[in-house]
């Protein structure tokens, strides 16, 4: 028996794919090898920058094959430790045993024949698979928004001491999961999580939305990631009580972050959402990047790139849309994400074109505010010219022709234009840069140079751009694009991180476009 064993994956602002280190690791190896890249992690990952401080960035950096000669090199040279291999030669050697070995608390039997209320069958059809023992079943609890009360704390504690024993799983997607569940027992099991209101059904469907804190409570948050999950929970509920979804819909997955982090897993979702904001005349309306492409099955076998900001109101009627179109336009088997592939992202974009547009304040002051929470958005009146038409600040024209360049990055990486790809995104930050220095230098040139120059001593070094929680990692960004720019990125996963690098960049000058016009002369 063994394992296949992978290093350097993540997710984070720029997630970044994970590298097979070894096609089939013997189990007896699994602790030594991990302990020997955890060894040259400690001695060779970086100590200066804690954002960086990752074995994903020193994998990215040293390559695959140095990491691994040296983890290998770290592996030879360790003394042997017995308890490498207790575990697996006795359990009951470890003091430790009753956390490695569940005992069931009863034997296993199957769910009786009958006649049992609808409810319970919903229930039981999308929260109940079997286990790979005969009469045992696996049940998972919905925690809508993750969210569990003391008392439903208590309850299941004293289900599992009942029926299962003592242990009980929390999974990614914000669940909890009964093992070793006596099959006939379902029935007992599910009137029992419906005395605690934990009897939702729909887990792991589309409506069972995977969501951060956001600004409920994350200093980090931009948007309101639990006040979304929750409004397109409700509507995927109301359109299921009208008619059943289609199981090609059922089965897809929403994950929802309130800012660049990944805390949402945006990055891995069929429909993933990450929060922005927006300055629309003078207000501020939250928003979200609709990230498409990503998978969640086969260890995240594919992470999605975002095509554009819609108002976060707007949400839901997104889904809605690309969950109907992708139903009338799906090719026999065709999942999600190949319909997506094969439609493209320039089409997808132009299908919600209409739906990323904000009305003015006076026609629906609504979308001027985040779900679950009165407060308007606001940075204050930048004015009005005394013309009949209103002035549009030329920083928005270029930070706008950025967001337009760095999807053109996308639609070239769909085509296999792999360098191209790179080569746009490194463009798209450029044209960022200069709309920011063009607020205080409108002479700046083209010049690629120029440009770097005059962002880094305006805006780099003042730490005009800084993020109040992330500090100069974007700048960064742009930076290190700048050192390789003559470097032709071959490599799609690196093209691919190269893309959510320049829309990160993007993110960060309308931040900082924002925060210097509330600046009484942002132009001295």
């Not at 086969?298 to 809605?320: D, F, M, T, W």
């Not at 959510?500 to 016009?517: G, K, L, P, T």
Request: aromatic share 8%.
């Amino acid at each position: 028996r063994g394992f296949e064993f992978y290093v350097g994956g993540g997710l984070g602002a720029v997630p970044h794919q994970a590298k097979l280190f070894e096609e089939f690791l013997p189990e007896d190896e699994l602790l030594p090898m991990t302990q020997a890249v955890c060894r040259v992690f400690a001695r060779l990952g970086e100590k200066a920058n804690r954002a960086r401080s990752r074995i994903k960035f020193l994998v990215a950096k040293l390559g695959l094959e140095e990491f691994r000669r040296l983890v290998l090199e770290e592996r030879e040279r360790m003394p042997k430790d017995e308890r490498w291999h207790a575990l697996l030669s006795d359990p009951k050697t470890l003091d430790e045993k009753t956390f490695f070995e569940e005992v069931p608390r009863h034997p296993g039997e199957p769910l009786p024949e009958g006649h049992y209320p609808e409810d319970f069958v919903v229930w039981r059809h999308s929260n109940v698979v079997q286990q790979a023992q005969p009469g045992y079943v696996v049940a998972t609890i919905r925690l809508p928004l993750g969210d569990l009360t003391s008392r439903q704390a208590r309850a299941l504690s004293d289900i599992a001491r009942t029926l299962t024993g003592d242990t009980m799983c929390t999974t990614v997607e914000q669940n909890i999961v009964f093992r070793w569940l006596r099959e006939s027992d379902l029935p007992v099991f599910y009137e029992a999580l419906k005395a605690v209101g934990l009897h939702a059904a729909g887990a792991g469907t589309i409506e069972d939305v995977t969501s951060c804190p956001g600004t409920d409570t994350c200093k980090l948050g931009i948007s309101s990631s639990r006040g979304v999950s929750a409004a397109l929970s409700e509507h995927l509920l109301a359109r299921k009580a009208v008619k059943a979804l289609p199981d090609e819909v059922a089965s897809l997955r929403i994950k929802c972050s309130g800012c660049f982090n990944s805390c949402g897993q945006h990055h891995i979702a069929d429909l993933g959402f990450l929060g922005v904001s927006r300055n629309v005349k003078g207000r501020r309306v939250p928003h979200f990047q609709v990230v498409l492409g990503g998978q969640w099955t086969h260890n995240a076998g594919s992470y999605g790139l975002a095509i554009g900001a819609v108002p976060s109101k707007r949400v839901p009627e997104v889904v809605e849309l690309l969950t109907d179109r992708y139903v009338e336009q799906r090719q026999a088997e065709e999942s999600f994400q190949e319909w997506i592939k094969r439609i493209g992202k320039v089409e997808i974009r132009n299908m919600l074109k209409d739906l990323m547009e904000v009305p003015s304040y006076e026609e629906d002051p609504s979308f001027y505010s985040d779900w679950g929470d009165p407060r308007e958005y606001t940075i204050g009146d930048i004015g009005v010219g005394e013309c009949a038409g209103e002035i549009v600040p030329l920083a928005m024209f270029g930070l706008s022709a950025s967001e337009r360049l760095v999807f053109e990055a996308q639609v070239d990486l769909e085509k296999g234009e792999v360098a191209q790809a790179a080569e746009r995104a490194y463009k798209a930050m450029l044209d960022a840069a200069k709309a920011l220095i063009q607020m205080q230098n409108i002479d700046i040139t083209d010049d690629p140079e120029h440009i770097v120059s005059e962002f880094r001593t305006r805006f780099h070094e003042t730490e005009l751009f800084n993020d109040p929680f992330a500090g100069s990692k974007f700048a960064g960004y742009l930076f290190r694009a700048h050192e390789r720019r003559h470097q032709s990125i071959q490599a799609t996963d690196l093209a691919h991180q190269s893309i959510e690098e320049a829309q990160h960049f993007i993110e960060a000058a309308y931040a900082c476009y924002d925060r210097v016009s509330q600046q009484p002369n942002p132009l001295s």
